[in-house]
Every structure is written in C-alpha cells, then in structure tokens.
C-alpha cells in the first residue's frame, strides 16, 4: 500500500489546479489509496502500546489526507466537513454530533441503494454491449458515478474512523503517561464492609435479573397444572367416591324402611290425630277463656 500511494504521488495524478470534473474516470479509484491505507494500519493487531500508538496516528494521518484531498476536489459534503473539524474549530457538542450521526447514516444509506442500483445499471449496459458488440459511452458515465458514490461513502467512514482512533490514541497517551511502578502495582483490596456490601448487591442484582428473565417470552394463557393421565385418574376418583356414597345412602335406607303393614298403621294413626283436631280446636277444652253467661 505504502507503493501504491508513492506511486501515486509520483505520477501526481492529482493536482491543487484541478475540479473533480477535470479528474478521469479511471483515475477516481486511486483516490481511495490513502482511505485503504488508513484501515489497514487501523486493523493492525499490536501487542506493546507504544507502537499501537504510533500505528494508530499514522491511521489517522492517511485519513486526514484522503478527506483533505477530497475537500480540495469539493467532494466532501457540508455535514462530513463539520465532522471532520478541518478547519481547527473547537469540538462540537454531543447533540450536534448526535444529528450528525444520525444525518451521514441516513446519507450512508441513501448512497448503497444508489450503488445498487448503478452497478445493476452496468450489468445491464455490459449485458447489452456484450449483444451488440459496440462500446456505451453510459458505461463511462455509470462507472463514474459509481465511483463518486464510493469516495462519498468512504469520507464517511473515514470521520467516523478518525473519531474512534483519536480517542484511543488519547487513552494510550494517558497509559503512557502514568509511571511503569504504578502501572504494574497491584491495587489493594477494599474494605471487608465494602466487600460486603458490593457483594450484596451484586446478589441482589442476580436475582433481579433472575426474576426478570423469567419474565420474559412467557406464554399469554394459563398452562395446565397436571397431565391428560393425571386428570383422568382425578375424574375416575371423583366418580368412584359418588358411587361409592350412592351405595351406602341405598344400603342406610334399605337398612332403615319399615314393612308394609307398619307404614299403614303410621298413616291410619296420623289420620285419625288430624281427625281430632278438627273436632277439637286449640283451646276449646279451657273453661276459663269462656266468657261468664
């Protein structure tokens, strides 16, 4: 990559004096280099901090180059300007940046479906130059655009790559800061009552999320407390128990009933007791409540 950009600034393929409109379509891709460099030394693992540190400013520093190059061809938009802090202003506050952010996603969006459908355009003018045997000056054009298109993608992301390597580098100027005794002292333990305490909340937190979990995709009607077979033997149990009582209330009154010629004696004699009433109602015996004649 390092050959690719030396060659490119020794062929000087693009110029102070110029507009985008003055650069060639095949010539568009190459402007990308610096972009491409600057995610390769992002995505370097490396163990010791310094060289991290060094690594990521040289991230940095391509991207830097490749947004001021296209802010030069005035292919940096107004928003990915203010991003990008070009011109040493003080830093934004989190809400401008907030809609920033929101505005190059939705701009970010917008651009891959125009991508999508340049390069299905292409397939189609490649398709039909393959019929017809002849060259379509629209194949330059969308390819031109296509390209555009990926520049304008690739300022995006390289703002956004620059924020987050920035603010690593600080953290690691920060390690590097602090004294090489300090950095490998162990920090002595809390407390036994803030041990305690932390501990406490941390089980309490457990059985919150716990309980929370449990919560969740739970189902929206009542499930069954027994089985089909458990319910089966419940409604037989239930079924015996009645019969069971039926046969003994049948038995009881079996046991009890009087024969035929005791029951006419009962009602012959409760007959002739409401015959009696009749003849003599209550109080007709008492001479007392008479009046004197």
């Not at 999508?116 to 393959?130: F, L, T, Y």
């Not at 298109?149 to 690739?154: A, D, G």
């Not at 089909?228 to 409604?235: K, L, S, T």
């Amino acid at each position: 990559m390092q050959q690719c950009q030396a060659a490119m600034d020794q062929l000087a393929l693009f110029s102070n004096n110029e507009d985008a409109d003055d650069i060639a379509t095949a010539d568009l891709k190459y402007m990308l280099i610096p972009a491409m460099h600057g995610d390769i030394l992002a995505q370097t693992q490396v163990r010791d901090p310094e060289v991290r540190r060094h690594t990521l400013q040289s991230a940095v520093r391509h991207y830097s180059r490749f947004l001021e190059l296209c802010e030069q061809y005035g292919l940096l938009s107004k928003d990915v300007n203010a991003a990008a802090r070009l011109d040493g202003q003080e830093p934004l506050d989190q809400n401008t940046k907030r809609q920033q952010k929101v505005q190059r996603f939705k701009r970010e969006r917008e651009i891959k479906a125009k991508m999508a459908n340049v390069q299905m355009k292409r397939m189609r003018i490649a398709h039909i130059q393959e019929e017809d045997g002849v060259a379509d000056d629209q194949d330059e054009e969308s390819e031109r655009e296509a390209s555009l298109l990926q520049i304008e993608l690739e300022t995006m992301k390289a703002v956004e790559q620059t924020q987050m390597l920035q603010q690593e580098v600080h953290l690691l100027e920060h390690a590097a800061s602090i004294p090489r005794d300090q950095r490998q002292q162990t920090p002595s333990p809390p407390p036994p009552d803030v041990m305690q305490h932390l501990l406490g909340a941390a089980s309490n937190l457990q059985r919150q999320r716990q309980n929370l979990q449990s919560q969740v995709f739970r189902p929206t009607v009542a499930l069954p407390t027994v089985s089909v077979e458990q319910q089966g033997m419940i409604e037989l149990q239930k079924v015996q128990a009645s019969q069971q009582k039926e046969a003994a209330a049948a038995a009881y009154r079996a046991a009890h009933e009087d024969s035929d010629e005791d029951s006419d004696a009962k009602v012959d004699k409760q007959r002739a007791w409401d015959d009696w009433k009749d003849e003599n109602p209550s109080g007709w015996g008492n001479s007392k409540l008479r009046p004197t004649a």
